[in-house]
């Protein structure tokens, strides 16, 4: 059957131009490429000074302040804001981001990717590597004249010591592509089946969060899922300049890795907002996701270099970083362009239960050869109760909650799963395109 539209229209992909002249300024720097005047005919330009411009104030740029870069704006680094940092942000302090902290870098954009379109194509990159070192890629197809895009993160578990470690991939290639299926079907099969679509694979074992590169993760592996988007985001944006929506969806560990890194695809996307659709990954606080297994598992995936800039709240040191960092997207989420989140969960999830147990008696069982303790009966419940009361009246944020102890909903039938009245389908689409469903849905 076609998936229902809700009033979603697919345009050509022109508009939204302004936001990639932006980004290219801030990646501009001093332009010392300027031939030397001649000193030999004083300039030839009648303004006496010998440098050629014609300005009079003998620098050779022609602008007339003096400075040499030819921006008129006297700060000599070429960039127009006058700050002199060179960066075109105008708060002089060298990241690129205009808030004058100098914190944040700047997203610059890089070459886009050039591929057949309405073909699924496996696209190399050298910067991405996955656990076994070796370096990956992604999948992405394009749909011309469509201004809509879906990133969608792959599921794989997570691999923070040797129980967790056994099952969770630790390499993926061209190979490994193949036709993607379910959510990701072409045409009817799926809400976004006219979506453009990118596939970012999961092979680091850091739920998309790590920075730990060269091995420097869990027992010498290479652990940098996060470095990995940062790599396929330089290329994504760029190669679709005409988009006007984005939704960042992800599957259990892609999942967790869609909302962890929520707020820098938004600051890479600029003006075009991107929502976020995220499969059995709830971003929990403490005790459900104890400090020690947060210092831990920050330890082991570099959460230092991957942790939001911005997030003054985030102690890495401290273990408390997952909640700050949520409640900091939760600032612009539904503000800036209408953004949604999107949780799916199980009342009872056993798969991700079986992790956080591992936080369990301050990590009593963190290295324990064998699978950790269950957690006990109704704790997660609880966290997912707490979850709701903590993003009450956020426009931007919301559940659908099925009872039972399953992991991952988007890989069935989405109008099979129901939720009083709603089903998967109508929330799914809710995400995509706001509306009446967009509100938490529990079953008792």
């Not at 075109?88 to 205009?98: A, P, T």
């Not at 890194?261 to 606080?285: C, I, K, T, Y």
């Amino acid at each position: 059957m076609a998936w229902a539209d809700s009033g979603s229209t697919i345009r050509g992909s022109g508009g939204r131009i302004a936001l990639w002249v932006v980004l290219s300024l801030g990646a501009c720097g001093d332009d010392s490429s300027r031939a030397e005047p001649d000193p030999t005919d004083g300039g030839g330009d009648g303004d006496l000074t010998g440098a050629g411009d014609g300005a009079g104030d003998g620098d050779g740029d022609g602008d007339g302040d003096g400075d040499g870069d030819g921006d008129g704006d006297g700060d000599g680094d070429g960039d127009g804001d006058g700050d002199g940092d060179g960066n075109g942000d105008g708060d002089g302090d060298g990241d690129g981001d205009g808030d004058g902290d100098g914190d944040s870098p700047a997203f610059v954009p890089g070459i886009p990717i050039d591929v057949t379109p309405m073909e699924w194509t496996y696209v190399h990159f050298p910067g991405a590597k996955c656990r076994d070192a070796a370096e990956t890629g992604l999948g992405i197809y394009v749909e011309p004249g469509v201004d809509k895009l879906v990133i969608y993160l792959q599921p794989g578990g997570a691999c923070f010591n040797s129980p967790t470690c056994i099952g969770n991939p630790s390499s993926w290639g061209e190979a490994d592509l193949g036709t993607p299926g379910g959510i990701l079907s072409r045409g009817d099969a799926s809400p976004f089946g006219e979506w453009n679509m990118v596939l970012l694979p999961y092979c680091s074992g850091d739920v998309f969060t790590g920075a730990a590169v060269d091995g420097t993760g869990h027992e010498g592996e290479t652990m940098q899922g996060y470095v990995n988007i940062g790599e396929y985001l330089k290329r994504i944006v760029p190669t679709f300049p005409g988009i006007d929506e984005v939704v960042l969806m992800g599957v259990s560990a892609g999942g967790f890795g869609a909302w962890f890194n929520w707020l820098r695809v938004q600051d890479a996307f600029g003006d075009v907002p991107v929502h976020v659709l995220d499969d059995s990954a709830p971003p929990l606080s403490q005790p459900y996701m104890p400090a020690c297994w947060q210092q831990r598992v920050g330890a082991t995936w570099n959460w230092p270099d991957s942790v939001y800039a911005d997030c003054a709240d985030c102690d890495i040191a401290g273990g408390d970083v997952l909640l700050p960092l949520f409640d900091l997207a939760l600032q612009r989420l539904g503000v800036e362009a209408g953004q949604r989140l999107g949780l799916i969960s199980y009342t009872e999830d056993t798969t991700v239960k079986s992790f956080l147990a591992y936080g369990q008696d301050d990590c009593a069982d963190y290295d324990v050869p064998l699978a950790a303790p269950a957690l006990p009966l109704g704790l997660y419940p609880q966290a997912l109760i707490d979850l709701r009361d903590h993003t009450a009246g956020n426009p931007g944020f919301a559940m659908f909650q099925v009872d039972g102890e399953g992991h991952i909903l988007l890989g069935g039938d989405l109008e099979a799963v129901t939720v009083g009245n709603t089903t998967l389908l109508d929330f799914v689409l809710a995400v995509r395109d706001g509306g009446p469903a967009f509100q938490n849905h529990v079953q008792p």
